[in-house]
């Protein structure tokens, strides 16, 4: 019999998961993906996340308006390194590429930083589909874990009331080299990155001062986006 894997990934996010029956509906954007993408047949078995740690093996019954499936093999997969990575606004549209890879890297939380230098445009217009974005990355990484996207909030509002689970890192073409530091008790840590147009002197100092350490990727400035995805993969990496 063909394998639904031998076209798209055979991997569907299904939330609720955990405690989800042993045979279940699925509907709307992710039925539409599993009879248009992955053109599943009953009999055929796929993958499911629940996005917040759960893994399932799912038998299709079958393939209508509604998918339905049977639950098998349910497990709970637990995170190797929880990452919340504070961001600036990047610059027009690179939001979404932003999502997308931070969601395949396996960031746990995104928290947009609105700054004296710049702000997010239209959060709550865009919410929807950097949802989706969120979830395509999670089919992509076939992970255990979504990245949860925080609405914006004022920087000075986000340091007032944080307390840093672990080490606390920040972007900084003049800081000093990244130090992999042991994190809380599981391998939390939170990154800061400015907006396209920097941190202000005052917002340095800020975050200086409540524990964020300087530190430098590469030698040169980087862009928002491409300075979230470095420092992500120098923590994650590092903790793998």
Request: glycine share 12%; hydrophobic share 45%.
């Amino acid at each position: 019999m063909r394998s639904a894997a031998d076209g798209a990934p055979s991997f569907v996010h299904v939330p609720g998961l955990a405690g989800a029956p042993g045979e279940i509906a699925i509907g709307g954007e992710e039925a539409h993906y599993l009879r248009r993408v992955v053109r599943v047949r009953p009999g055929e078995s796929v993958t499911a996340s629940d996005g917040e740690g759960t893994l399932a093996e799912l038998v299709i019954l079958e393939c209508a308006a509604e998918v339905r499936a049977e639950v098998r093999g349910r497990r709970t997969v637990a995170r190797r390194a929880t990452l919340e990575l504070w961001c600036g606004a990047p610059e027009g549209d690179r939001a979404d590429w932003l999502v997308e890879k931070l969601g395949e890297l396996g960031v746990a939380t995104l928290r947009p930083l609105d700054c004296e230098r710049g702000r997010w445009e239209r959060p709550a217009r865009r919410a929807g589909r950097w949802d989706r974005l969120a979830v395509a990355a999670l089919r992509q990484s076939r992970s255990a874990h979504r990245l949860r996207i925080l609405p914006p909030v004022e920087l000075r509002s986000a340091l007032e009331a944080a307390a840093l689970p672990g080490p606390a890192w920040l972007a900084d073409p003049a800081g000093g080299p990244f130090e992999p530091r042991a994190g809380g008790p599981a391998g939390e840590a939170v990154a800061a990155v400015g907006p396209s147009g920097g941190f202000s002197e005052a917002e340095l100092n800020r975050l200086r001062e409540k524990g964020f350490l300087p530190t430098r990727i590469v030698g040169a400035r980087l862009r928002t986006e491409t300075a979230a995805v470095a420092m992500a993969v120098l923590f994650l990496g590092s903790e793998s």
